[in-house]
């Protein structure tokens, strides 16, 4: 089987598993494991920001980020396929009694012309709007990234209306390596950033927050309360510092691959169109004669696993497990029908 489900299917390394099995700990609550402490402050570095929080997970980084930014009955922005909306189990409301407003654009990205007239005016009956979040890569919009300069647009924004600013950065990484800004650069506009180590940087556990000072002080004790408190977790942060160190350059590969992928698909019958190939993840539109789940069975008969990815859409993402012969493979035995 070859694996394009996700990103997050990846297996440590044997140099991975060996850096984590040597990794020193200590107990994380009395901020006593070095290699959780060097994670985080590689991570805030990399991207200019003062401070950094491991967390278990990428929606544990993002709900907590929410949850510092708002009280309950603000108003959080954010594209209506955004992850914290769509795949976070309703925790925007659930765990921090915010409500949301969605905002409209391309491939999963906020268009920065719309956000004007979505501020609450200073009246009783509304929610107080509060922070903006966007997602780049954006994975609804199949792995599209945004222009740098709608990203400073959307700043300025914030900037106007007393709001903060936090990215859902997943696959920032894979942003960055499109765009070839400097993290620090890309970093500064935003207050907060959540980075995923679990996906295409292929760590077996775990996310990164980053941000000021004061924001990670607030960040740490909500991630205390909501259970996420870990003792000499550097054993799986380690597999973070390795991921850091050596599997951000070779993210462009897996671009390559999917662009591949991508042209390949094209040509299919049973293919309607494919979303522009951007980064690691190729959605692709099944022809109007099938369900996108009769399209994930075929292939997976063939030894092929992706994942339906709702309306008449399938997903593809590739990732460090994925080779040239793979791509190979699936020139040659990807049908050109699906009855
Ligand atoms: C995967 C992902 C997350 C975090 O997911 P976890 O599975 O909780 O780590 C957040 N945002 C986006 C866009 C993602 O793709």
New binding site residues.
Partial sequence: MIDFRSD?VTKPSPEMRDFMMNAPVGDDVFGDDPTINELEQMGADMFGKEAGLFCA????T?QIAINVHTVPGDEVICHEEA??YR?EGGGIARNSGASVRFIRGNDGRIDPDLLVGTINPDDQHYPVSRMVSI?DTA?RGGGRCYDFEDIKKIKIFCEENNLKLHL?G??VFNALAVSGIDARVYGDPFDTI?I?L??GLGAPVG?LLVGSNDFIKKARRVRKVFGGGMRQAGIIAAGGVYALNNNIDRLKEDHDNAKKIGSILEKKRWIKKVLPVETNIVVGHVADHLKESDAVEALKAIGILCVAFGAGRIRLTTHLHITKADIIFLENNLPDTIE
């Avoid at 997970?57 to 544990?60: L, R, Y």
């Fill in positions: 997050t997970s990428g929606t544990m993002n992850h914290i795949y997602e994975n859902d997943a696959r959540s995923c679990s996906k996310s």
